[in-house]
């Protein structure tokens, strides 16, 4: 199977796993190590400035051995994300980020114009920006020309478990940037959600809710990974599409003729 690149990189696992809302840290490495993930996404705030809580969680997230993918979640602007994202590469030591701009504090839908404007920025300082964003075909452009070479569609809102939303606009966006990394983020609650985003030609499924919040957390992130296997081999594998009409699987070549 190929492997997963993005930004120069290359991965074997197409999970990406988020580190928020475990029981215990012990629960978190164990759930990382289940389910193979080799990037790990955490949050500025989550180091908590600096503590010995943030000392202990930064300790752990080195010690599984996972690339690190900051984030900027809980900003709610382009200049709030852009100044997380620079803060979390001199803590993290990496120009990775995750960017999050979130227009709406109830629905947490993306603030695409501000994400598109702190994007641009962040390319401008040399960061590798993975963007948060809806299925829009228009911002996904305004994205790549900012400079990013990732999308990272919603399935649905965060924390929904309701899998995907809008097949219809996942599809239109694979068919679109067909070289393009496309990674599904958000709204994932079952691993069959993440074998559909595989299926519909998602290189990659992050995952963070559906994983920290399941009675055992390690078995939750097996059958993900299991999951996204079996949707990237279906993909792989070219599926018969749909038909309005029925067909045989047998064929009537030479069938016995019972009517004489």
């Given amino acids: 199977m190929t492997r997963l690149e993005l930004y120069g990189k290359s991965f074997e696992s197409r999970i990406l796993l988020g580190s928020a809302r475990y029981p215990s840290p012990s629960k978190l490495a164990e ?10 996404t955490v949050s500025l705030r989550r180091e908590a400035g600096g503590s010995h809580a943030g000392e202990k969680f930064w300790n752990l997230i080195k010690s599984l051995d996972v690339a690190i993918l900051p984030n900027t979640a809980g900003c709610y602007s382009a200049r709030e994300a852009v100044t997380t994202a620079q803060m979390a590469r ?18 947490l839908h993306p603030d695409t114009a501000g994400l598109v404007e702190a994007a641009r920025i962040l390319n401008d300082e ?17 994205l790549l020309h900012a400079g990013c070479e990732v999308l990272m569609p919603w ?17 239109a966006l694979r068919s679109r940037f067909e ?5 599904v983020d958000a709204g994932i609650g079952l691993p069959s959600h993440a074998t559909r985003a595989m299926e519909l030609g998602s290189d990659a499924v ?3 809710t559906a994983v920290a919040r399941a009675e055992n957390p390690a078995r ?16 792989l594998a070219g599926p018969m599409q749909p038909s309005d009409m029925p067909q045989t699987s047998t064929s009537l070549v030479d069938k016995a003729d019972l009517r004489q």
Avoid: C, H
């Fill in 179 to 183: 070289t393009i990394p496309v990674i």
């Fill in 126 to 142: 040399g960061f590798k920006v993975f963007p948060y964003t809806t299925e829009d075909l228009v911002v996904a452009e305004k």
């Fill in 155 to 171: 399935g649905s809102p965060i924390g929904t478990a309701r899998g995907l939303n809008n097949e219809y606009g996942l599809r």
């Fill in 90 to 107: 001199e803590l993290f030591q990496t120009d990775w980020i995750k960017l999050e701009v979130i227009g709406d504090s109830e629905s």
């Fill in 206 to 208: 992050l995952l963070n």
């Fill in 220 to 235: 939750m992130a097996e059958a993900f990974a299991e999951g996204i296997r079996a949707g990237r081999n279906a993909y």
């Fill in 31 to 40: 759930a990382v190590q289940a389910s193979s993930t080799e990037i790990v």
